[in-house]
């Protein structure tokens, strides 16, 4: 009826994909009485992870190496988009013994 | 200060060995009650600490021993309520309560960098006493299942704690 609009709809929203890499995921990784799981992910660049916090306290995911510090709320979930690639050692501020460890692939 | 230190590390174990050794196995309602003012004695440091600390990493960590310990001890409250249990005061807790008022005001003469590092190493020294009463004595007494796990989860929180204060500790030198 409006090919004119039409057209620049599907152009606009074949931009709009091409702008999101391919095969971006999203990996939950749970804070469940002060132990994070799983322990060890794996990840690659672009890929969303859900940092899920069950406790009743608050906790951080805070990358050794300064690449991100994420606060999560006590039952909250926070997500972050992984941008750099490596092997990630990462632990919450709050409560240090609380270690993971995240492989991000390019 | 490291007399000052040792000394209130040796008061500490000294007090919750022997008064739990007089009372080998606290009850229930014992634990909940000695639980619950271990949580509110560190809740009480901690405000003196949000007033009189000057380095802004001791602050912080004063603000989230507030924030832990009140979550703790609402979900001990929660439990209690739940199991129908009334907390009950004991030897332990009276003796924890008395050795905490000391230290409160012992921290309260001291000004300046001074107070964060006293502050800060009595929280290291004051975890650990708790995590080894929790360990050796608390968790293994505890009967009801939920308690237990309770129990299990302050130990993990307790010993973040201990870690952090370590390293706020560190970050005084």
């Known amino acids: 009826m409006w090919p004119g609009r039409t057209l620049l709809l599907l152009t606009a929203l074949m931009l709009g994909a091409m702008a ?45 190496n300064g690449d991100f510090d994420v606060t999560i709320a006590p039952k909250k979930t926070a997500t972050s988009v992984l941008k750099k690639a490596g092997t990630v050692e990462y632990y919450c501020r709050f409560h240090p013994n609380m270690k993971a460890v995240l492989t991000i692939a390019p | 200060m490291f007399v000052r230190l040792s000394a209130a ?13 007089q009372d080998a196995k606290p009850t229930d ?99 650990k006493a708790v995590n080894g009463a929790l360990e050796t004595q608390l968790i293994p007494s505890a009967n009801n299942a939920e308690l237990k796990s309770l129990l299990q989860t302050g130990l993990k929180i307790f010993q973040g704690h201990q870690q952090h204060a370590e390293h706020v500790a560190a970050g005084l030198k």
């Open chain 2, 9 to 21: 590390i040796a008061a500490l174990s000294l007090l919750t060995g022997s008064a739990l050794a």
């Open chain 1, 20 to 64: 999101v890499p391919a095969h971006a995921a999203t990996i939950q990784i749970v804070m469940e009485n002060l132990v994070v799981s799983p322990a060890e992910a794996s990840a690659k660049v672009g890929d969303t992870i859900e940092w899920i916090n069950k406790d009743v306290f608050a906790h951080t995911a805070t990358a050794r």
């Open chain 2, 29 to 127: 309602p014992q634990i909940a009650h000695i639980a619950y003012t271990a949580g509110v004695i560190d809740i009480t440091a901690a405000k003196q600490a949000i007033t009189k600390a000057s380095n802004k990493d001791v602050k912080a960590f004063a603000e989230d021993m507030v924030r832990d310990h009140e979550a703790v001890n609402k979900q001990a409250l929660d439990l209690v309520k739940k199991l129908k249990v009334t907390p009950e005061d004991n030897d332990t807790s009276k003796a924890l309560s008395k050795q905490a008022a000391d230290k409160l005001a012992e921290l309260g003469k001291l000004k300046g960098a001074d107070y964060d590092k006293a502050y800060v190493a009595n929280e290291v020294a004051y975890h």
